[in-house]
Nanobody
Framework: QVQLVESGGGLVQAGGSLRLSCVAS????????MGWFRQAPGKEREFVAG????????YYADSVKGRYTISRDNAQSTVYLQMNSLKPEDTAVYYC?????????????????WGQGTQVTVSS
């Protein structure tokens, strides 16, 4: 089992920045590729960004490419999502997820473990 706890969400004005953190406990963190997903009211949960075991490979949804950066610190069992140039359409609950695969996956069904989510609200 892997437990994931997100933090760092909040209210920010358009154009601002936030950094989300997700701390993992349980199994060996470095053996899991990690992902961030988000879900806006009335919408499906969607992939935002993912990172491989080693951190050498990352992948982003087109909607956030160039604005968001995913990173990980295996020594601290933590994955981060730096969000810059935020837009009102980025408003959602953001979820951290873990998959026992080496490489990045953008497929929600491939993630075995999920955090409880953290709310991000971007005002215009």
């Amino acid at each position: 089992q892997v437990q994931l706890v997100e933090s760092g969400g909040g209210l920010v004005q358009a154009g601002g920045s936030l950094r989300l953190s997700c701390v993992a406990s349980g199994r060996t963190f470095s053996r899991y590729a990690m992902g961030w997903f988000r879900q806006a009211p009335g919408k499906e949960r969607e992939f935002v960004a993912g990172i491989s075991w080693s951190g050498r490979s990352t992948y982003y949804a087109d909607s956030v490419k160039g604005r968001y950066t995913i990173s990980r610190d295996n020594a601290q069992s933590t994955v981060y999502l730096q969000m810059n140039s935020l837009k009102p359409e980025d408003t959602a609950v953001y979820y951290c997820a873990a998959t026992a695969r080496e490489y990045v996956s953008s497929t929600k069904a491939e993630y075995e473990y999920w955090g409880q989510g953290t709310q991000v609200t971007v005002s215009s």
